[in-house]
Nanobody
Framework: VQLQASGGGLVQAGGCLGL?????????????MGWYRQAPGKERELVAL???????NYADSVKGRFTISDDKAGNTVFLQMNSLSPEDTAVYYC???????????????WGQGTLVTVSS
């Protein structure tokens, strides 16, 4: 299973960016999928997560500014980030919990990370 993330880049404070992440491989179902981020000198933290295709968790710091969604197949998630601030600067990692075909259990996967830089 691979997670391919795209998007990110440099934006001024108050601007917006979008991220996307596609899961591919021997997937039976995706039970959780979303985004974490890690800022310099800080621990990795949850940003937004879709659980079982319909429940969504957001970090308090992004509620009302970020929106997570997925495609109909549920293998791609999108993160729309609005009203960005320098505090949102971090490497954003796609994350998924996948029930794999033929393996009978869940596995966690991480994407390669994409840098989001918000200038003041």
């Amino acid at each position: 299973v691979q997670l391919q993330a795209s998007g990110g880049g440099l934006v001024q404070a108050g601007g917006c960016l979008g991220l996307s992440c596609e899961a591919s491989g021997s997937i039976f179902s995706i039970n959780k999928m979303g985004w974490y981020r890690q800022a310099p000198g800080k621990e990795r933290e949850l940003v937004a997560l879709i659980i079982s295709g319909d429940r969504v968790n957001y970090a308090d710091s992004v509620k009302g500014r970020f929106t997570i969604s997925d495609d109909k197949a549920g293998n791609t998630v999108f993160l729309q980030m609005n009203s960005l601030s320098p505090e949102d600067t971090a490497v954003y990692y796609c994350y998924a919990v996948v029930y794999r075909l033929g393996y009978g259990r869940e596995y966690e996967y991480w994407g390669q990370g994409t840098l989001v830089t918000v200038s003041s």
